[in-house]
Nanobody, 127 residues
Framework: VQLQASGGGLVQAGGSLRLSCAAS????????MGWFRQPPGKEREFVAG????????YYAASVKGRFTVSRDNAKNTVYLQMNILKAEDTAVYYC?????????????????????WGQGTQVTVSS
């Protein structure tokens, strides 16, 4: 599986961005997809995740209510809609995929459950 993230950029606080992650490989539709981010000087952290069918999603407390994760299995693409952006959302954003079915919860927030990662896309929010 190869992942290609895009859609990052510079935006003012309060603005919106939509990230996309295009995946190759026939098993995309069966895989859990996650978004992580790594702020400058900090560790990579979980942002959002969605199960294979798109009907179960998880969010970090810091983004809940502002970000929405979704997927289109026909296009092999997962999205992260980010609204009401804040300066603290500034980070490199990564998409990742896991063979584990987190539909019933589990450690979806841990990087260790993901075996393929995209290259990252920079999001910078100016205050």
């Amino acid at each position: 599986v190869q992942l290609q993230a895009s859609g990052g950029g510079l935006v003012q606080a309060g603005g919106s961005l939509r990230l996309s992650c295009a995946a190759s490989g026939r098993t995309f539709s069966r895989r859990f997809m996650g978004w992580f981010r790594q702020p400058p000087g900090k560790e990579r952290e979980f942002v959002a995740g969605v199960n294979w069918s798109g009907d179960v999603s998880y969010y970090a407390a810091s983004v809940k209510g502002r970000f929405t994760v979704s997927r289109d299995n026909a296009k092999n693409t997962v999205y992260l809609q980010m609204n009401i952006l804040k300066a603290e959302d500034t980070a490199v954003y990564y998409c990742a995929t896991s063979p584990i079915d987190y539909s019933g919860s589990g450690t979806y927030y841990s990087t260790r459950g993901y075996d393929y990662w995209g290259q990252g896309t920079q999001v910078t929010v100016s205050s």
